[in-house]
């Protein structure tokens, strides 16, 4: 038996780390948890697997691997995608902790003046 025998395990998996390096590169920005995940998964599925299918263990580990590396790569591209956005929201996010803190003293300063008279 050989990978053309189980092409759905190959296409799911394929979906899978994509969607998974979507999720977790993109959206909640855990840039390495899609490759660690992928690994994961997939090193558990090709222990399991041969019990099943006439394939041995080592093909579906270096499958797992290749996976693994693209899902890394995807990240990588991800990561450098978002850093200027992630840099602006830092300085916005900054920017208005500093107004705040500002403004929290000029109100305390003018309490403190309206309070003593």
Known sequence: ?????????LLITIIGMLLLSLVFGLFMNKFILAPVFTFIVLA?????????????????LGYAVFLTVISLILSAIFWYVTKDSRDRKRRERRAAEERQAFEDKQNRARYNDTDVR
Do not use: E, G, V, W
Request: hydrophobic fraction near 50%.
């Open 1 to 9: 038996m050989s990978y053309t025998d189980i092409p759905n395990f």
């Open 44 to 60: 558990i599925c090709a222990f399991i697997l041969p019990n099943f299918f006439d394939i041995k263990y080592p093909a579906l």
